[in-house]
């Protein structure tokens, strides 16, 4: 069974940062791709980060390139993401999301096939 565990979210002041944490069981030693999203109230799922265990190839979208950084151990199938100077508008559930083909490399939430339960990162 294969399953995400996060880590890491809750409240922060605007202009602080946070950092979250995500580790991947039960792939059987593939390397795969692992991704960040993340869904405000009202708003659709978005993707922000992603990164490949395979390559370490990084993708950011653009509304937060400079703020956020993913990274990842490839031997663990875990990955981080460290957010900084937050706004009220970063507030939201984020999502870790995997899939066993470690190139995808995009925010297509259809191409990953596990997902973690979120963690809620609120800024007031």
């Known amino acids: 069974h294969v399953q995400l565990v996060e880590s890491g ?13 995500c580790a991947a069981s039960g792939f059987s030693g593939r390397k795969v791709s692992m991704a960040w999203f993340r869904q405000a109230p009202g708003k659709e799922r978005e993707g922000v980060a992603t990164v490949s265990t395979l390559t370490g190839l990084t993708v950011y979208d653009d509304s937060v390139k400079g703020r956020f950084t993913i990274s990842q151990n490839s031997a663990k199938n875990s990955v981080w993401l460290q957010i900084s100077s937050l706004t009220p508008e970063d507030t939201a559930m984020f999502y870790c999301a995997a899939d066993s083909y470690p190139c995808f490399g995009g925010f297509d939430p259809d191409d990953y096939s596990v ?10």
């Open 9 to 21: 979210g809750g409240p922060v002041q605007p202009g602080g940062s946070t950092r979250l944490s």
């Open 115 to 124: 997902w973690g339960q979120g963690t809620q990162v609120t800024v007031s």
